[in-house]
């Protein structure tokens, strides 16, 4: 699965408050498997993004 990165989301018009790229991506993989209603074990599940996410950006969407 391609995750997108900060300039990505810029691109696509969606910029996010964060320089972090791990924080984008793991934003990615969260919403995407929100959207998909699925728990992506390979990605360490939406839990497991969510605490990554805190991790790589503890300010990211506060």
Do not use: H
């Not at 995750?3 to 996010?16: I, S, V, Y």
């Not at 408050?17 to 992506?40: I, P, R």
């Amino acid at each position: 699965m391609s995750l997108r990165d900060c300039q990505a989301w810029k691109n696509a018009g969606l910029p996010l408050s964060t320089t972090s790229n791990e924080a984008c991506k793991l934003f990615d993989a969260t919403l995407t498997q929100y959207v998909k209603w699925t728990n992506d074990k390979s990605l360490g599940g939406i839990e497991g993004c969510l605490s990554k996410l805190r991790a790589a950006d503890p300010t990211f969407a506060t």
